[in-house]
């Protein structure tokens, strides 16, 4: 069993950046698969950045983002902190949302986008960009 808290959220400029943290307890966060999701007010939730667990799937990428986010957003793990990290950068207004990660023991191929169903999640952090 895994226990996710996230941190990091608030509120920024159009343009601006935030680093989001989710971080675990229980077990050993590189060996779950992660994903971090935004959900805003009347939307549906959207995987935007994904990370395998383990040691992946050979033949593909460890990593996957959401077109939405790609260019602005990186997702990487600090096995330190038992962390992973969503490093945002050219923040947009319709970026606004609560952000939450969750996580897997599965390794997931993300060819078709983030999975959408993991065992394990946080209670997230809302990011608000606004001016």
């Known amino acids: 069993q895994v226990q996710l808290v996230e941190s990091g959220g608030g509120l920024v400029q159009p343009g601006g950046s935030l680093r989001l943290s989710c971080a675990a307890s229980?077990?050993?966060?590189?060996?779950?698969?992660t994903v971090w999701f935004r959900q805003a007010a009347g939307k549906e939730r959207e995987g935007v950045s994904c990370?395998?667990?383990?040691?992946?799937?050979?033949?593909?990428?460890?990593?996957g983002y959401a077109d939405s986010v790609k260019g602005r957003f990186t997702i990487s793990r600090d096995n330190v902190n038992n962390t992973v990290i969503l490093q945002m950068s050219d923040l947009k207004p319709e970026d606004t949302a609560n952000y939450f990660c969750?996580?897997?023991?599965?390794?997931?191929?993300?060819?078709?986008?983030?999975?959408?169903?993991?065992?394990?999640r946080g209670q997230g952090t809302q990011v608000t960009v606004s001016s």
């Open positions: 969750a996580a897997d023991p599965r390794p997931f191929t993300f060819q078709n986008g983030c999975p959408r169903h993991l065992k394990f």
């Open positions: 229980g077990d050993h966060l590189k060996d779950y698969s």
């Open positions: 990370i395998v667990g383990g040691d992946g799937i050979a033949g593909y990428d460890p990593v």
